[in-house]
């Protein structure tokens, strides 16, 4: 469908976006093309220029009345603004005007290609997500054109400039768990230095146990098994000859990468219990001073907070947490050097 917009009527919309506050997308006026097939072909051409020409040919046109009344901000710009302009600017007023309009369209057009790229080159991941530094890095202009973007993909919304503007200052100084809601169905969240774009779910307590059914571990058993909670994962018992495939030599009490602990078998109390971490649970890490809150060892290890309650956990039959796979081993039966058999604990995924 065509419509017959002109280059006054591009004029008079540039005025009216910078009077509304209108970012470099608002000052481009309206645009060449829009949705439902709509094209505007006269754009560039005054509408002196057509009004001439229908004369000219013989062809009769009409006005609407209602475009004379100036309580309309369209008519009152049009009818009073522009004749004061151009009487002291002089005619070129709108000519200048019109080219302002076209350097914001090509200046938007160049931000909506580089926000584009960006994304296709830092927005990956399951969820997707993104580097809050790589972020941080960008033009001001950039950043909301790339958060425009993602809200409408994402969201499937178009986000007005308040909206932008909120998640723009929560990605570069919120806290590492801050998250704003965009939509009904979509959460941009901070997870440290990473912001993560989330299916929007009812937030859980955190003194709310978590989901996930506790698995015992008797004395005396090998093999693996399997835990269903926050992150699924499988646990692999083994005994071990303190020397077996080591010489002489012990085995440390955890590996670096914290998906094994090795325990004192001796020393262990039966039956071991596998169960979900929750909110006020304390272990007491190995090599440390005393008792530590869950929740603070892993707020220095920068783990996110919606993976945190649930995880598995490994208690001895007196509930005390002997291991938080992936987090930290406790100070419950230590390797020595009088240690004889080994219980190792090794984490499967499932």
Not at 135 to 150: G, T
Not at 300 to 308: A, L, Q, S, V
Request: charged fraction near 25%.
């Amino acid at each position: 469908m065509l419509v017959a917009h002109t280059a006054d009527d591009q004029v008079e919309t540039v005025l009216m976006r910078i009077f509304e506050g209108a970012g470099i997308s608002g000052l481009k006026g309206i645009p060449l093309a829009g949705e439902g097939g709509i094209e505007r072909p006269l754009l560039g051409v005054w509408r002196r220029e057509i009004i001439e020409s229908l004369e000219k040919s013989g062809q009769s046109y009409r006005i609407d009345e209602s475009n004379q009344d100036i309580r309309f901000e369209r008519n009152w710009v049009r009818h009073v603004l522009l004749p004061l302009l151009t009487a002291r600017y002089g005619d070129t007023v709108k000519k200048r005007i019109h080219a302002l309009g076209e350097r914001f369209r090509e200046l938007d057009a160049f931000i909506g290609k580089t926000a584009s790229r960006w994304i296709r080159r830092n927005a990956k991941g399951a969820p997707p997500g993104f580097q809050r530094s790589a972020f941080a890095a960008l033009p001001s202009a950039i950043r909301i054109a790339a958060l425009q973007l993602l809200v409408h993909e994402h969201a499937g919304k178009s986000a007005n400039e308040r909206l932008l503007l909120q998640l723009d200052r929560m990605i570069l100084t919120g806290k590492p768990s801050a998250a704003l809601r965009v939509g009904h169905d979509t959460l941009f969240r901070n997870s440290y230095g990473r912001t993560s774009i989330l299916p929007a779910v009812a937030p859980v307590p955190e003194d709310a146990r978590s989901p996930g059914s506790p698995v015992v571990i008797p004395s005396g058993a090998v093999g693996r098994f399997p835990f269903q909670g926050n992150g699924s994962i499988s646990i692999e018992v083994t005994l071990v000859s303190a020397s077996r495939g080591r010489g002489d030599a012990l085995p440390p009490v955890a590996t670096q990468d914290r998906t094994t602990a090795f325990f004192d078998l001796s020393s262990v109390s039966f039956p071991l219990i596998m169960s979900p971490l929750a909110a006020g649970d304390t272990v007491d890490p190995y090599g440390g001073s005393g008792s530590r809150k869950a929740k603070e060892i892993m707020i220095d290890m920068k783990i996110p907070r919606e993976t945190r309650w649930g995880r598995a956990t490994v208690r001895d039959s007196a509930g005390r947490i002997l291991w938080i796979p992936g987090v930290v081993r406790s100070d419950i039966a230590p390797v020595t050097g009088r240690t004889r058999k080994l219980l190792c604990l090794n984490v499967l995924p499932m």
